[in-house]
């Protein structure tokens, strides 16, 4: 299950010399919106937000002032050189959704490490999944068969090359 559970504090302070005090104590400035919350300004540890940010389709059950929020990251803004957090926006979802993601997460897993142990690209079997997703295919159904879809993918593209190198050939045999 990708859903990690953190615990959010709430500013009241905004602009750039709050947000940096903010990261000084180790944590990130966020906000939330969407669904039926209000714009909510909050800060999250900065550690735990980057373990959890590692994991895909990750959905963030924050506890905030003793409520719990289910949220996505909609952007992640990091620094362009050091590559540290520098502010997230989450956006609110359902347990619904947050079960989608979940069964996604958990596809592209399975997919990824069929492709490592066929000695594959893991990116290929993904992407054979996310295709089958979008035509309808449940996520578990498609990550079955993702591996064997990337490699046939991979035989029609190594076949059309052989095909183009032989005309090539031909042609400048003439």
Known sequence: M?????TASPRSDFGKGAARRTRREGNTPAVI????VDLLHISINTHELNLA???PRVVLSL???G????TKPRDIQRDPVKRTL???DLVVITAEEAQQRSDMADAIQAATDAAEEAGMDAAAAV???EVAVAAGEDPTAAAAHAVEDAEHKAEEYAE???AEAAAESTSTAE
Do not use: M, P
């Not at 990708?2 to 953190?6: D, I």
């Not at 409520?67 to 289910?70: I, Q």
């Open 63 to 65: 506890s905030v002032d």
């Open 33 to 36: 919106y969407g669904g039926d």
């Open 127 to 129: 992407q054979a999944l």
């Open 86 to 88: 520098e502010h997230i």
């Open 2 to 6: 990708t859903t990690v559970a953190l």
């Open 67 to 70: 409520r719990e929020v289910l």
């Open 160 to 162: 059309a090359n052989k």
């Open 53 to 55: 940010l590692r994991k």
